[in-house]
């Protein structure tokens, strides 16, 4: 289904943003945990952890982190909780490719429209210089895009001849069926969806998924 960000086409910008007003009137207040960044009314959340990178470049779960310094990992762990001192921090703002891939992989399944996903990339990312009309949600403003759900993997910074990928910090496909959300200063991305495709994520190999849900706090 996905291929490498080389092969995968680039969503394309979107100037009408009202497709994104049903997440803009869904969504929380500012303070209002996971409500902040995703719309009441999905069956089911879940949240991804995103996993670290120690200095030999393997990417490690926090129930690793956690077994290594005897820790207990559960729903609404942060990071620093679980882990012992020197521990590398996992990535914030966004996946590594192989699990936003994992991701994308998943949710096609989910949704009678992976062909037709919305694309939200926050606007204060330093290379991009967009200035068209954005989503705005709880203090964030996204430029928005559209493509199919593996356009997600081709997101990111190209102005240097080197592309630099970037996870969408809120996507969803055109039928709702799900939406992510993956805010610029978290290292957990947060999903509703439907009770069986949280389930179908706790399953994936390449993933770390806990139950979540709607006022939970961010971590």
């Not at 086409?9 to 049903?22: L, T």
């Not at 705005?136 to 593996?150: D, F, I, K, T």
């Amino acid at each position: 289904m996905t291929g490498s960000p080389d092969e995968v086409e680039p969503p394309r910008r979107v100037d009408d943003v009202a497709s994104a007003r049903w997440i803009e009137e869904g969504v929380g207040g500012f303070d209002s945990g996971i409500h902040a960044l995703l719309p009441a009314g999905f069956e089911a959340y879940v949240r991804l952890l995103h996993p670290s990178e120690p200095t030999d470049g393997r990417f490690e779960r926090w129930a690793e982190v956690a077994q290594r310094s005897g820790r207990a990992l559960h729903p609404l762990s942060r990071f620093e909780e679980v882990a012992g001192p020197g521990e590398e921090p996992p990535w914030e703002g966004s996946l590594p490719e192989h699990v936003l891939t994992a991701l994308c992989a998943v949710l096609a399944a989910g949704t009678e429209t992976p062909r037709q996903c919305l694309f939200g990339l926050w606007e204060g990312w330093g290379w991009s210089d967009d200035s068209g009309p954005k989503v705005q949600l709880s203090g964030r403003a996204y430029a928005l895009y559209e493509g199919p759900v593996e356009a997600a993997t081709a997101m990111g910074d190209r102005s240097a001849g080197v592309f630099f990928p970037q996870s969408p910090n809120l996507w969803w496909p055109q039928d709702r069926a799900w939406c992510v959300a993956t805010d610029v200063d978290l290292s957990s991305t947060y999903i509703g969806c439907s009770a069986r495709l949280a389930e179908q994520l706790a399953g994936a190999p390449e993933l770390e998924v806990l139950p979540a849900a709607l006022g939970d706090r961010l971590g």
